[in-house]
């Protein structure tokens, strides 16, 4: 029997088909304009159509004979997940606490805890890049190009107290 | 049409604009330089920035920077055998060799005078094609532009490889499904879940810069090839380029190849879907088919004329590409998808009334076009020993900075936090189809098109009274529906064959 999960076609058109199946469920919380009758194309019209094409191509290609390809497993096998997952948390992190901190601060630590996730030991280096790019970019948006950046909670709090 | 050109020309020629075509092409080549971020990552990543700017100038800058990535695509295939783009693979084959034989800066001159000669060809082929093209689809209804979407979506799928159809339908699809989250034409909620966030949709920015940049920047990581490049590049020095001059001969060998390798890109990259990276591919064969047989034999081992055909081709084809941009509003390639988004986010629509109603928008396009590929030949080559020292900046340092520019693109344009959330995610399953081998330029192309093809389809609706009579009675509709589907049934029947065939070869024993 062939593994599903081991070959990248069948996975990929298995993550579409239950994309599409999820997605064929929600159609049926659109709300449709019954003010109208006999509408023939509704805000549920065209979803529905591509949620159907989207689960028969899948479905077909299920169903389809599958050619010789590397397989999941072996692709994945060598791959850098730790260093991937690092930065993806890193990153959701930096969306969280980008209003508390607010840019300068925010960037700063984003990029250097992310030179340090990839591996730079030197942290004076990671630091002055850094601070170099977030005092460069700070002075170009705000300055050269007007634009709003927000300084966050915690310096306003903090300025705030002092005051 | 003379009015036009010379108000093109006149805005092309402030020296702000001019400003914008040198940036655009030197952060091009930069960026385009990079193994892994092409055009689309460049244009993504410039979009935030050029928001405040006028819709002329904003234009001008993407055009300069997609002339620049391509340059730089090549730049890296020819010194370091990575082609920053898909489209310069075919410039490694011979470029590389040559630069292994210490004759990359001759490579590098090939390699820009083509681009230059393609780019020429390509800009005034653009300049005579576009104004009769946007005349006669003035005249299109609703019905026919719903069947040229139709024909975008299955043109991008359809070119899109060997073995990929099917999965490139299944990704337009994707896109298609995506681009219905938010209010619908008629003001119904759709998948918003009570969210307000996604009210709006989620925003094409968004999901390009995820889907691009920030993919491309994690696949580094995941790959773990970040000291490849520093060890490839350590003998890149100025000196050691060696001569960029090219020989009476060479020029003479190379001409013909690049005269006919401007033609076939150029209409190459009208078809929407095609694309540089098969106009390059196409024009590499041509030529090595139609080289005598002494030449035939240096193809692969640092031809000039195989250098040549390839870079001529894609920046003819780049070109190209901007026809059923600028005359249909319909994108041919993920550049152009991503440039539309651009133009729509200035409140241009373009299409066949762009240049009637933002005439300077339209004419000076074209005309920095051309303008790009001057700076590109004048600044950008003699400056090529100095940008090629970007290959030695670490990727450890260098990717958390383009993840970190994809973020503060996307807040920048949004300033909402939620957005950032959202990309994060988009990045991350982004990246598993392409690990998984889906290809994600038809995603942003049905992603990009779905709005507008359902706002077509409902009006061509309303106008037929409710009957899908349109799709057969009305001629320009039918012929466009009819070629859509040719598009779409001969690849997929055609790969079905081969897998068949490749099953039964399988089964047979030897």
Partial sequence: MINIFDNRDRLGNLLILTFSLVYLRYIFDIPVDTSIQDQVFTARSLPFGLAVLAILCSLFQLASPSTDQPKVSSLVANLQWKSMFLLTILMLTYSLVFSFLGFAIATFLFLVIGFVILGERRLWLGALVAGGLVLFLWLVLTQLLDLYLDNGTLLSLLFGAAS | ?510
Avoid at chain 2, 163 to 191: H, N, W, Y
Avoid at chain 2, 249 to 256: I, Q, T, Y
Avoid at chain 2, 464 to 491: C, K, Y
């Fill in chain 2, 1 to 510: 049409m003379i009015e036009g050109i010379l108000s093109g020309l006149y805005t092309a020629f402030t020296p702000t604009n001019l400003m914008m075509v040198f940036i655009g092409c030197f952060a091009g080549t930069f960026i385009g330089m990079l193994p892994g971020l092409g055009p689309v990552s460049a244009i993504a990543l410039m979009i935030p920035i050029t928001y405040g700017f006028d819709p002329a100038s904003g234009m001008i800058l993407m055009a300069g920077v997609y002339y620049g990535a391509v340059f730089g695509g090549s730049t890296s295939a020819i010194l370091i055998n990575a082609p920053g783009v898909s489209g310069a693979v075919a410039t490694a084959f011979d470029g590389y060799p040559m630069a292994q034989r210490g004759q990359a800066g001759k490579a590098l001159a090939t390699a820009a005078y083509s681009s230059f000669a393609g780019g020429t060809v390509g800009a005034v082929l653009l300049l005579l094609a576009v104004p009769i093209l946007a005349d006669v689809s003035l005249s299109f209804q609703s019905s026919d532009y719903f069947a040229l979407m139709l024909f975008g979506c299955t043109a991008i799928a359809a070119f899109s490889g060997k073995g990929q159809v099917l999965k490139a339908i299944s990704m337009t699809l994707l896109g298609l499904m995506l681009a219905t989250v938010g209010e619908d034409p008629s003001g119904m909620q759709r998948f918003t879940f009570g969210v307000p966030d996604l009210y709006d949709g989620i925003s094409f920015l968004l999901l390009s810069m995820a889907t691009f940049a920030m993919a491309e920047a994690l696949l580094i990581v995941l790959r773990g090839d970040s000291g490849k490049i520093e060890q490839k590049s350590e003998d890149l020095s100025a000196d050691k380029l060696g001569s960029m001059k090219l020989t009476k001969e060479e020029v003479k060998d190379m001409a013909p190849a690049v005269g006919r390798s401007s033609i076939v890109g150029f209409f190459v990259g009208i078809l929407p879907g095609a694309g540089a990276t098969i106009a390059s591919f196409l024009s590499y064969g041509m030529e090595r088919n139609m080289a005598p047989r002494e030449k035939q034999r240096e193809f692969g081992k640092g031809s000039i004329r195989g250098l040549a055909a390839p870079e001529t081709s894609n920046n003819a084809a780049s070109t190209g590409s901007f026809v059923p941009l600028l005359t249909l509003g319909i994108p041919g390639s993920a550049t152009t998808a991503v440039m539309l988004g651009a133009l729509l986010s200035y409140g241009v629509q373009p299409g066949p009334r762009l240049y009637i109603d933002h005439p300077t928008v339209f004419w000076s396009v074209i005309i920095s076009m051309y303008v790009g590929n001057m700076i590109l030949l004048v600044l950008n080559l003699p400056l090529i020993p100095y940008i090629s020292k970007l290959l030695d900046i670490p990727k450890k340092l260098l990717v958390p900075i383009i993840l970190f520019f994809s973020l503060i693109g996307v807040y920048l344009v949004s300033f909402n936090t939620v957005d950032l959330t959202m990309m994060v995610i988009f990045g991350v399953v982004a990246v598993v189809f392409r690990l998984l081998d889906f290809p994600l330029a038809p995603l942003l192309l049905g992603f990009i098109l779905g709005g507008m093809m359902e706002e077509n389809l409902r009006r061509a609706l309303l106008i037929w009274d409710g009957s899908w009579a349109f799709l057969w009675e009305r001629p320009i509709t039918a012929t466009i529906v009819s070629l859509s589907l040719l598009t779409i049934t001969v690849p997929v029947i055609s790969s079905l064959l081969q897998k068949r065939r490749a099953k039964v070869a399988n089964l047979t024993p030897e």
